[in-house]
């Protein structure tokens, strides 16, 4: 697979300009449009730069995901710092609580509020942007790609946080991530298990597209994620059979914090909706899709 190839693959992947994937990678859109054309043959090293900003690295003859978790601990401070922003901007307009993220957008509309999203965003780039040293450098160096493609700059809109939890998704595919994963069978549903484990004292959360819904305790879904410490271990433990191609639940060994901050709901565990929205993002099929519509219906009151 050649340069020009691999470059507009990572375009048609992601759905980006030549400008926005100039500005990630730090080169200049004439650099982008000349490799596009072939009439550049690029350095190994800048050819990394562009993969590396996207989250794609080279498998066989095409591009993959990376894979790579740090870029959803990139995002989802970001996501999480703006639906709390906006669930307490909608409470203090609606005399309605507001019970989850989900009922922004309904509570904003009953109120016929819409708030104000420059003060929004400016109010999280100043509680939340601090020294980048505490961090890692995988944080950072995603941090610095947003950055330059504007999705964290003053002025940024709803579409660009859109475009940043996207990017972290694509990078962060769950079927690339190098973690131990277990799909088993559920025969009495998820929510089942779920309870099982919770009975149990199990330590383990629950993600993905289900995880990010208002009815998420009794929704339905094929192959949601659980979040364990040991996939092999819970699976032996519970006498959990392998699940058939797209069914069961989805065992992911833990890594990256997922189980620090869980939230309990009608006896199940659950990530917070920030965590689930990214997962869902870096799913297979049409999740990925469906989970990019629920995150506009959250912002949708901005």
Request: proline share 4%; no cysteine.
């Given at each position: 697979?050649d340069a020009a190839a691999i470059v507009k693959r990572v375009r048609a992947l992601r759905g980006i300009t030549r400008k926005e994937l100039a500005e990630l990678a730090n080169l200049s859109p004439s650099t982008v449009g000349r490799i596009e054309r072939g009439e550049?043959?690029?350095?190994?090293?800048?050819?990394?730069?562009?993969?590396?900003?996207?989250?794609?690295?080279?498998?066989?003859?095409?591009?993959?995901?990376?894979?790579?978790?740090?870029?959803?601990?990139?995002?989802?401070?970001?996501?999480?710092?703006?639906?709390?922003?906006?669930?307490?901007?909608?409470?203090?307009?609606?005399?309605?609580?507001?019970?989850?993220?989900?009922?922004?957008?309904?509570?904003?509309?009953?109120?016929?509020?819409?708030?104000?999203?420059?003060?929004?965003?400016?109010?999280?780039?100043?509680?939340?942007?601090?020294?980048?040293?505490?961090?890692?450098?995988?944080?950072?160096?995603?941090?610095?790609?947003?950055?330059?493609?504007?999705?964290?700059?003053?002025?940024?809109?709803?579409?660009?946080?859109?475009?940043?939890?996207?990017?972290?998704?694509?990078?962060?595919?769950?079927?690339?991530?190098?973690?131990?994963?277990?799909?088993?069978?559920?025969?009495?549903?998820?929510?089942?298990?779920?309870?099982?484990?919770?009975?149990?004292?199990?330590?383990?959360?629950?993600?993905?597209?289900?995880?990010?819904?208002?009815?998420?305790?009794?929704?339905?879904?094929?192959?949601?994620?659980?979040?364990?410490?040991?996939?092999?271990?819970?699976?032996?433990?519970?006498?959990?059979?392998?699940?058939?191609?797209?069914?069961?639940?989805?065992?992911?060994?833990?890594?990256?914090?997922?189980?620090?901050?869980?939230?309990?709901?009608?006896?199940?565990?659950?990530?917070?909706?920030?965590?689930?929205?990214?997962?869902?993002?870096?799913?297979?099929?049409?999740?990925?899709?469906?989970?990019?519509?629920?995150?506009?219906?959250?912002?949708?009151?901005?």
């Amino acid at each position: 697979m050649d340069a020009a190839a691999i470059v507009k693959r990572v375009r048609a992947l992601r759905g980006i300009t030549r400008k926005e994937l100039a500005e990630l990678a730090n080169l200049s859109p004439s650099t982008v449009g000349r490799i596009e054309r072939g009439e550049v043959d690029p350095t190994w090293g800048t050819l990394s730069r562009i993969l590396s900003a996207t989250g794609y690295q080279i498998s066989g003859g095409t591009i993959v995901s990376a894979g790579d978790i740090s870029a959803l601990a990139a995002a989802r401070p970001w996501i999480s710092a703006i639906l709390d922003a906006l669930e307490e901007s909608t409470r203090a307009y609606s005399p309605t609580l507001v019970s989850s993220t989900q009922e922004i957008a309904a509570a904003a509309a009953r109120s016929n509020v819409k708030l104000n999203w420059p003060e929004l965003w400016g109010s999280v780039l100043k509680n939340l942007t601090v020294s980048l040293s505490p961090f890692p450098n995988m944080t950072n160096e995603w941090w610095e790609h947003w950055q330059r493609a504007g999705w964290l700059k003053d002025g940024a809109d709803t579409d660009d946080l859109v475009a940043l939890a996207v990017s972290a998704g694509n990078a962060a595919k769950i079927s690339r991530r190098s973690g131990i994963q277990r799909a088993v069978d559920a025969p009495g549903g998820w929510q089942s298990l779920a309870r099982a484990l919770s009975d149990a004292d199990v330590n383990y959360a629950a993600s993905g597209l289900v995880a990010t819904r208002n009815d998420r305790s009794v929704a339905n879904a094929n192959l949601p994620v659980f979040y364990v410490e040991d996939p092999v271990d819970l699976g032996s433990r519970f006498s959990l059979s392998p699940a058939a191609l797209g069914r069961g639940v989805l065992l992911i060994e833990a890594s990256d914090g997922e189980l620090d901050d869980v939230e309990a709901e009608e006896g199940i565990w659950f990530v917070p909706r920030s965590q689930a929205i990214l997962d869902a993002l870096a799913g297979s099929g049409r999740e990925p899709d469906k989970a990019e519509n629920e995150l506009r219906k959250l912002l949708a009151a901005a």
